[in-house]
């Protein structure tokens, strides 16, 4: 009978050795990623955020730090013009050397151009034919139904004041504005997080005053 126990003992007493050099072998190894991520060769190169000079450092090499700066929010605001939605389209889907880790930031970008596209696309539409109606038919893949819902009735409000014909500058900023509160969120958050899983950081050093 204490020959058993013995065995027992010292099978459970095996067990919690295993489970316990597991435990610390998890541990060994998420703490020498953390360490090589930071003990990995830090590249950076000169860019300017909002006209502020700063730095983007990572451990990448400097190309990828450009390509990645280059398709970055600040490098990508809201366009104005379809011609300048159609070059910035090219310039994230041409873009080379930038992680897999932004294809999700890339995806989002890229529907967010297309969108705009179709807004443009459906003014020049609306402005010829004399109706909003192919302003609507052009946005409503990219927007949610209940999205669509409150565009549309945006839309008829300013349509019951100025016909698409006489729609003038600050009408064309309204409803672009509308629309642009219609879309999903800005891509920027994902942006931020993608280069965050890298390991990559900005940093600025603001003058005093500002």
């Known amino acids: 009978m204490q020959r058993i ?13 295993r489970t316990y050099r597991i435990g610390i072998l998890g541990l060994a190894l998420s703490l020498g990623a953390a360490i090589y991520a930071n003990a990995a060769p830090q590249a950076q190169i000169k860019v300017s955020l909002f006209g502020q000079p700063c730095l983007l450092i990572g451990p990448l090499s400097e190309s990828t730090l450009k390509a990645i700066h280059a398709i970055s929010p600040e490098q990508m605001p809201p366009p104005k013009t379809e011609e300048q939605t159609q070059k910035q389209l090219e310039k ?20 967010r151009l297309e969108a705009q596209t179709a807004l443009f696309e459906g003014l020049a539409a609306a402005t010829k034919a004399g109706s909003i109606a192919p302003l609507s038919q052009k946005v409503s893949p990219y927007l949610s139904k209940r999205r669509t819902k409150d565009f549309e009735a945006q ?56």
């Open 5 to 17: 126990l013995s065995i027992l003992f010292y099978t459970t007493l095996m067990k919690s050795l």
């Open 92 to 111: 994230v889907k041409s873009a080379a050397q930038v992680p897999s880790s932004l294809d999700r930031y890339r995806e989002q970008l890229t529907r």
């Open 155 to 210: 839309l008829k409000a300013i349509d019951a004041k100025q016909k698409p014909g006489a729609w003038n500058t600050a009408t064309l900023d309204q409803i672009s504005e509308a629309f642009e509160t219609a879309l999903d969120s800005s891509p920027e958050e994902e942006f931020h997080r993608a280069i965050g899983r890298l390991n990559i950081r900005y940093q600025c050093a603001f003058e005093e005053g500002e």
